[in-house]
């Protein structure tokens, strides 16, 4: 009762996801009485799970939407003698589930259909690995990276032929439609990783937020944003590619630094998330200020120096997730980042800033590339269509 | 007893694809799913709704499931079904000697007017007595519903891997040597 009244009193008689954030404003901007929590809770959490995100498309869903708060990135490994035939039954099975889960409809077959029913803005984002354009006997459009003298690569979280980034505002969303889609993928592949990862959860912050990673730094403050994602993230044809790495954060090292030594090494603030040579987190960082010791402001050899990126065209969409896995017996914490950047073409823009971050960045002491994939992205499909169709077809 | 039990069973898994937009109805039109109802189902006949398919290697009896709609006014029975892919039977799970068993429906599927009926994986069900070759997940499995007037209505089902529900398709019990239909008499 508390939640309407208000919601009526401050003129937000709004349907739909207007209500939760109505609710909200209301909470923040109330006239000294405040709303009954309890109240403000249910109505975020009724919209959260009801939420959806389109699937149909010229373009694949699941990459410039604000990123759900979970996320299960599942790569597949193709047996050998598959044909692009297969490939083209796998797809048109896999998205017709996705079609009907994303809209909170159970898939066909469903044996679970009472977990379809709250999609949480679920999103599911294909991508195809060189292995697969080599099995269809096409030339891949991507290739694996080059070898960084920084990585530490393990097979168990690299490469891939087909992947799947699973995206939802709730966990056991996610998990259902991991089970569902494994399943109609097993008569055609086998599962080579899964990668599950986590965001600050919905109404916990305002959905433009700058993520935190466990490092406790802002990450993504450089994203391109709304009108600046095109041109960076999207091929006419409504393509785009995908680099998903597993970086090991070094928690128990980056303990022992000192506040100022953390921020040298990131070249921001950690609280505001500011550049050292600025006071709020979206100004631009100056490389020409200097501090009070007549060095450069922002240090040379700090990460945002570093992956510093100004043609509108030649930077990455981040979209990453981060990852806590269950510490070992001494405690030390199986933590970090699985870091995931859409971009046009990999070797124009990804390419050029980690080859930079591998030479010299402070922050690589901290962190450590443990997994490594590459995939293409392609187009989205229209009803009755499917996802690959442009590729396989 | 276990009759009901398979019975819930069967709608809890199929009973939430109501929520499925219209336009996954596959009509008597065509095979793929049409943008939207069409002139066929308006002109008063049946319409399959979700239908899907389990995916079986060649020999090995497979059954095909979905949501019969029939929005005339009046009754509509199905009496049988063809498929290029395999010789088919309408069939119904009943309890036999203190099992449940699969057997071919008497009379056939009745659709009440304005009403739905499931084919569903431990309810009734299309079987596919002996597939002619493999059917593969993600092939479109053509079908056609012979119905009590006359006339026919065609459809395409997607194959899916599926493993549930379904213990009495276990190979061995029904497999590649076929069914002994003397047994599933009723």
């Known amino acids: 009762m508390t939640t309407r009244r208000h919601l009526l009193a401050g003129g937000a008689a709004v349907a739909g996801l207007g209500v939760a954030a109505g609710a909200a404003v209301v909470a923040t901007t109330g006239r000294g009485v405040a709303p009954a929590p309890v109240a403000e809770a249910d109505a ?16 694949q869903a699941g990459i410039a939407e604000d990123p759900p708060a979970h996320a299960a990135f599942v790569a597949f490994t193709l047996p050998g003698g598959t044909d692009r035939r297969a490939l083209a039954r796998m797809m048109r099975l896999l998205t017709d589930d996705v079609a009907r889960l ?14 379809a029913v709250l999609p949480a803005r679920l999103t599911v984002t294909f991508g195809f690995g060189p292995g697969l354009y080599r099995a269809a006997g096409l030339k891949p459009p991507i290739a694996d990276l080059p070898k960084f003298r920084i990585d530490r690569l393990e097979s168990r979280w690299s490469g891939g032929d087909l992947l799947l980034q699973i995206c939802a505002d709730d966990p ?58 095109d041109p960076a993230v999207w091929n006419p044809d409504g393509s785009t590619t995908l680099v998903v790495r597993r ?17 040298n090494a990131v070249g921001r603030r950690l609280e505001s998330g500011a550049p050292l040579s600025g006071t709020h987190e979206r100004d631009e960082p100056d490389f020409a200020k200097l501090d009070d010791s007549g060095l450069p402001a922002m240090p040379d050899f700090s990460h945002v120096t570093r992956a510093r990126v100004t043609d509108p065209k030649l930077k990455i969409l981040r979209r990453p997730y981060n990852y806590d896995g269950a510490p070992n017996a001494a405690g030390h914490p199986d933590s970090g980042l699985i870091f995931a950047s859409y971009q046009r073409s990999i070797t124009e823009q990804y390419l050029p800033i980690q080859q930079r971050l591998a030479e010299k960045d402070l922050l690589n002491e901290w962190i450590t590339p443990i997994g490594s994939a590459v995939f293409a992205v392609p187009p989205g499909c229209a009803e009755g269509g499917w996802i690959g169709e442009q590729v396989l077809g | ?34 943008p939207a109802p069409s002139a066929t189902a308006a002109a008063g006949t049946l319409t399959i709704k979700d239908p899907w398919v389990k995916a079986s290697a060649a020999g090995t009896m497979t059954a095909a499931f979905g949501t019969l709609v029939n929005d005339t006014g009046a009754d509509i029975t199905i009496t049988g079904a063809e498929s290029p892919a395999s010789p088919l039977e309408l069939h119904e799970m009943a309890m036999k000697d203190g099992k449940m068993v699969m057997q071919p429906k008497e009379g056939g599927f009745v659709i009440k007017s304005k009403g739905t009926h499931e084919l569903s994986p431990g309810g009734d069900h299309l079987m596919l007595m002996k597939p002619k070759e493999a059917i593969e997940p993600g092939d479109e499995i053509t079908f056609t519903l012979k119905l009590a007037d006359g006339s026919t209505v065609p459809f395409s089902a997607i194959a899916k891997p599926f493993a549930g529900a379904e213990e009495s398709y276990a190979p061995g019990e029904h497999g590649a040597s076929g069914m002994p239909m003397g047994s599933m008499a009723p």
């Open chain 1, 247 to 263: 970086i090991r954060a070094e928690m128990e090292t980056w303990d022992i630094l000192a506040v100022a030594d953390k921020e």
């Open chain 1, 102 to 115: 994303t809209r909170g409809v159970p898939a066909l077959g469903d044996t679970d259909a009472t977990l």
């Open chain 2, 1 to 34: 007893m276990r009759n009901t039990l398979i019975a819930v069973a069967a709608l809890a898994v199929l009973g939430l694809t109501g929520c499925a937009k219209s336009d996954d109805t596959t009509t008597a039109a065509g095979g793929t799913p049409a």
């Open chain 1, 172 to 229: 056991l969303t996610v998990a259902h439609t991991q089970r569902m889609l494994i399943k109609d993928t097993r008569p055609f592949a086998a599962v080579r990783w899964v990668q599950q990862g986590f965001r600050r959860s919905p109404g916990v912050q305002a959905p433009e937020h700058t993520q935190r990673n466990v490092l406790g730094q802002m990450d993504g403050t450089a994203n391109p944003r709304g009108a600046e994602i």
């Open chain 1, 44 to 59: 975020v959490a009724l919209t959260t799970g009801t939420a959806t995100v389109p699937f149909h498309g010229p373009r």
